[in-house]
């Protein structure tokens, strides 16, 4: 048991075997992380003794996860006085949600915070995302930047208005502070289409946002597209391996005098090494002219109308699939964590992206 709230340690006079579980608030609990990421906690032995509650947004959901033991709250993070009341009466709290809104995250801290004044010292797992490193390129170079999970000072040094570092600041303000202890995972290019019980019950979103983006924009133009040379760099991660290094962090955090860094130094990041956007563009290119979709088997340039058109900006282009973000997850593997999908991997998605782009 990892529940240290000294008042429910104590067991019933009436019914002395019973044990109290460990509460959990669980936010995203059918979203393309967050699904997966419960679908395998809900296997963790550990599962037993948490008594998890999912906030979601209709009864209709709330059924369907109440068929797997998940407490549900019908709302959404916007409901920022019902968040706070949640999170007030959980010892661990996983937010797998918008990494990039402050009111949210503000209201779970305060619920955080009255969960401590009662004392208790209350966890929280916040996803935030490697895109806090990205540096425009426009796909025209790659950059050396490489940025490392186990040292602060690279977070540190990054501007408030970089993406989602003011919610990551507000995370780790809270863990200085002493009311909560609280750790960041950063996924990279999150990649595959989650296969597990969430999914098949119809409950969990399946597609992530930077290669269906690519994929659905090059179906568009009838021809797989790169922005600029396809030259800029990212890391990727699949899905699986995300969903398994919540499990691993989660493990680690919760076992009895354990020494997991939090707080500014609870940072980490889910790679398993680089890619270029060329790389993309061209598994797209194959696969699309195989498929009598696309002009010929070798990408080209989005022009800028196209990138208007397909992603709503230039700039929003040049930042999905245009831009280097490059970082080496050291903390997240000095917890255990191994994952087990590559840049390979990576690659054989893209025909399963096409084809379901392709049936929508």
């Not at 407490?71 to 999170?87: M, N, R, V, Y």
């Not at 895109?131 to 186990?150: E, K, L, T, W």
């Not at 800029?232 to 005098?257: C, I, M, Q, R, Y």
């Not at 208007?308 to 831009?323: H, T, W």
Request: with cysteine; proline share 4%.
């Amino acid at each position: 048991m990892f529940f240290n709230k000294k008042r429910d340690s104590m067991k019933s006079k009436s019914s002395p075997t019973t044990s109290v579980k460990t509460p959990v608030l669980f936010l995203g609990a059918t979203g393309y992380v967050g699904g997966s990421v419960l679908a395998r906690l809900l296997e963790n032995p550990a599962a037993k003794s948490l008594e998890i509650t999912a906030l979601v947004r209709d009864q209709q959901k709330a059924s369907k996860l109440q068929a797997f033991g998940v407490k549900t709250a019908i709302g959404t993070i916007q409901d920022l006085k019902l968040l706070e009341d949640l999170a007030s009466k959980a010892h661990i709290v996983f937010s797998i949600v918008n990494a990039d809104d402050d009111p949210h995250m503000q209201a779970i801290l305060r619920g955080l915070k009255k969960r401590h004044a009662s004392g208790d010292l209350p966890i929280l797992i916040h996803t935030s995302g490697t895109g806090v490193f990205i540096s425009q390129a426009n796909g025209m170079f790659a950059s050396n930047d490489v940025y490392d999970d186990s040292k602060p000072e690279h977070f540190e040094a990054l501007p408030h208005e970089a993406l989602h570092r003011s919610v990551d600041e507000l995370v780790v303000a809270a863990d200085k502070e002493g009311y909560a202890k609280t750790y960041i995972v950063l996924p990279s290019t999150i990649y595959g289409i989650p296969s597990n019980a969430l999914t098949k019950a119809g409950l969990q979103h399946t597609s992530s946002i930077q290669v269906p983006a690519l994929t659905k924009a090059s179906i568009g133009r009838g021809q797989g597209g790169i922005v600029g040379k396809g030259a800029a760099l990212w890391n990727h991660v699949s899905n699986d391996d995300t969903a398994e290094l919540f499990v691993v962090l989660f493990d680690a955090v919760t076992k009895p005098g354990n020494t997991v860094p939090h707080g500014r130094e609870g940072m980490f990041v889910g790679e398993n090494g680089t890619f270029s956007w060329y790389d993309i563009g061209k598994e797209l290119a194959r696969v699309l002219h195989e498929k009598g979709v696309g002009q010929s088997p070798e990408p080209t340039t989005f022009s800028s109308e196209e990138l208007e058109k397909f992603f709503g900006s230039e700039f929003v282009g040049n930042l999905i699939a245009g831009s280097n973000c490059v970082c080496i997850a050291n903390r997240s593997r000095a917890l255990g964590w191994r994952p087990k999908h590559t840049k390979d991997h990576l690659l054989a998605s893209v025909r399963a992206e096409v084809e379901a782009a392709l049936k929508q």
